[in-house]
Every structure is written in structure tokens, then in C-alpha cells.
């Protein structure tokens, strides 16, 4: 009886752990537990992620990340293509309201992370265009962690100068009207 009881107790100890595992893999939205950014790369918050889940932890209202995230834009060499605050150089600029794949977290995570022809071949397509139509180089692997990323998105975010309504990407078609 008593090696009956072991066997059930790792049978137990085993299903819990693998729930836990399983509840752990979850990496972005809905009731998953919280994500350290810090201590994942962006390539894999990406593999982990489904489609559309990321999204930014941080505001553009945050004085303290935005300022982290301009020191990042320069420090990876962001602001080489992009120019010093986004505005654009040899590279499109990031603070205007042209999108080039979509303006939302999640794709300009993706974006950054895979670089545009990884994004193209994972059913991605082109909705804007600038004169600066280079492709962008996956950074996901030069990029620390993605806590790194996000800050960078809310400098971007705070320095936008485009239209309110596109900051964060097209915004959703008006409803349609009821019928009578």
C-alpha cells in the first residue's frame, strides 16, 4: 500500500509540474503570469508570442523610460539609420504617421526583432511607404533583452509628430451604422 501511495504522489508531483510548465510558456496576454523583459531576448519573446499579444508594458508618459529609451535608440545604433530621434536619416523616420507594416506594439516588435524580409516570408505585407524603402535588418539578436526594445518604442512613441489618430497605427474603421 504505501509504495501505491509513492507511485500516486509522483504521478501528482508530475502533472502539477507540467502544468506549471505548461501555465509558464505562456509568455504575453491574457491571464499569463507576468513577463521579466529583462531576462528574455526579443527572438525568443517573439517565438512564444502568438501573433498580435505583444504589447508594450511601458507609456510614452514615462519620463524616466523615455529617457532610457533614447539612450538605447543611440547606443544600438538605432539613430545611425534612423537619425538621433527617430526622425529619419539614410532610413525612414520612426516618428511620423506612416507605418510601413502597421504601427501597433506587436508588429513593430516583430519587425525590429525579425527585420523586414523575415516578417515578409511570415505573411507580412507592405500598407505604407516612405521615400527610404531599404529593408530593415533583424536586430533581435543585437538587442540585450526585450525590456531594451519596449523602452526604445515609448521614446519613438513620445517623439511622435504625425497625425493623433495613426500613433499607434491605423486606426479602427468607423463603425457601421445600424440598420432601422
Same mark, same amino acid.
Request: hydrophobic residues 35%.
Given at each position: 500500500?504505501?509504495r501505491?501511495?509513492?507511485?500516486?504522489s509522483?504521478?501528482?508531483?508530475? #502533472?502539477?509540474?507540467?502544468?506549471? %510548465?505548461?501555465? *509558464?510558456?505562456?509568455?504575453? &496576454? +491574457?491571464?499569463?503570469? =507576468?513577463?521579466d523583459?529583462t531576462?528574455?531576448?526579443?527572438?525568443?519573446l517573439?517565438?512564444?508570442?502568438?501573433?498580435?499579444?505583444?504589447?508594450?508594458p511601458?507609456?510614452?508618459?514615462?519620463?524616466?523610460?523615455?529617457?532610457?529609451g533614447?539612450?538605447?535608440? #543611440?547606443s544600438?545604433?538605432?539613430? %545611425?539609420?534612423? *537619425?538621433?530621434?527617430?526622425? &529619419? +536619416?539614410?532610413?525612414? =523616420?520612426?516618428?511620423?504617421?506612416?507605418?510601413?507594416?502597421?504601427?501597433?506594439d506587436?508588429?513593430?516588435?516583430?519587425?525590429?526583432?525579425?527585420?523586414?524580409?523575415?516578417?515578409?516570408?511570415?505573411?507580412?505585407?507592405?500598407?505604407?511607404h516612405?521615400?527610404?524603402?531599404?529593408?530593415?535588418?533583424?536586430?533581435?539578436?543585437?538587442?540585450?533583452?526585450?525590456?531594451d526594445?519596449?523602452?526604445?518604442?515609448?521614446?519613438?512613441?513620445?517623439?511622435?509628430?504625425?497625425?493623433?489618430?495613426?500613433?499607434?497605427?491605423?486606426?479602427?474603421?468607423?463603425?457601421?451604422?445600424?440598420?432601422?
Amino acid at each position: 500500500m504505501l509504495r501505491r501511495v509513492s507511485a500516486v504522489s509522483v504521478i501528482a508531483s508530475i #502533472a502539477v509540474l507540467a502544468a506549471v %510548465g505548461t501555465f *509558464g510558456r505562456v509568455w504575453a &496576454g +491574457g491571464d499569463a503570469a =507576468p513577463v521579466d523583459y529583462t531576462k528574455i531576448s526579443p527572438v525568443d519573446l517573439v517565438k512564444n508570442t502568438p501573433k498580435g499579444k505583444l504589447v508594450n508594458p511601458y507609456k510614452d508618459t514615462q519620463a524616466d523610460i523615455v529617457a532610457q529609451g533614447g539612450k538605447l535608440l #543611440a547606443s544600438y545604433s538605432c539613430s %545611425g539609420c534612423h *537619425g538621433g530621434t527617430g526622425g &529619419g +536619416g539614410m532610413c525612414p =523616420p520612426l516618428t511620423n504617421d506612416t507605418w510601413v507594416y502597421g504601427g501597433d506594439d506587436d508588429t513593430l516588435f516583430r519587425l525590429v526583432t525579425l527585420g523586414s524580409d523575415e516578417l515578409q516570408k511570415q505573411g507580412y505585407t507592405r500598407i505604407g511607404h516612405e521615400n527610404v524603402v531599404g529593408p530593415m535588418p533583424p536586430f533581435g539578436g543585437i538587442i540585450k533583452n526585450a525590456d531594451d526594445l519596449w523602452k526604445i518604442f515609448a521614446f519613438v512613441r513620445a517623439n511622435y509628430h504625425g497625425d493623433p489618430a495613426y500613433k499607434f497605427g491605423a486606426p479602427p474603421p468607423p463603425p457601421e451604422p445600424a440598420n432601422p
